[in-house]
């Protein structure tokens, strides 16, 4: 059975961190291209980060070289370094599991950055 578990979400202030988290389990996690998503309220889901099979990161959205993306294949996750957060941040964040046509994903961690 497939898993992917986001955690690490929050309400946090302006110019806060936030670490995501993305245990997988049920497949091959390694021959997998993991990546972040969001989703605003009122707006279409978007590429956040993914970090590939090389582990080469690439990054979706525009963030000014606060968001990290990071793999470890010994413990199966995937995580979304944070920093600097900002109100525009706000978001669901999803955890995508992708493998040519398979696609897996989680059910969300929602961030909530408000003063």
């Known amino acids: 059975q497939v898993q992917l578990v986001e955690s690490g979400g929050g309400l946090v202030h302006p110019g806060a961190s936030l670490r995501l988290s993305c245990a997988a389990s049920g497949f091959i996690f390694s021959q997998y291209t993991m990546s972040w998503y969001r989703q605003a309220p009122g707006k279409e889901r978007e590429l956040v980060a993914s970090v590939n099979r090389s582990r080469r990161a690439s990054y979706g959205v525009p963030n000014e070289g606060r968001f990290t993306v990071s793999r470890d294949n010994t413990k199966n996750t995937v995580s979304l370094q944070m920093n600097n957060l900002q109100s525009e941040d706000t978001a669901m964040y999803y955890c995508?599991?992708?493998?040519?046509?398979?696609?897996?994903w989680g059910e969300g961690t929602l961030v909530t950055v408000s003063s």
């Open positions: 995508n599991a992708r493998r040519g046509y398979i696609e897996y």
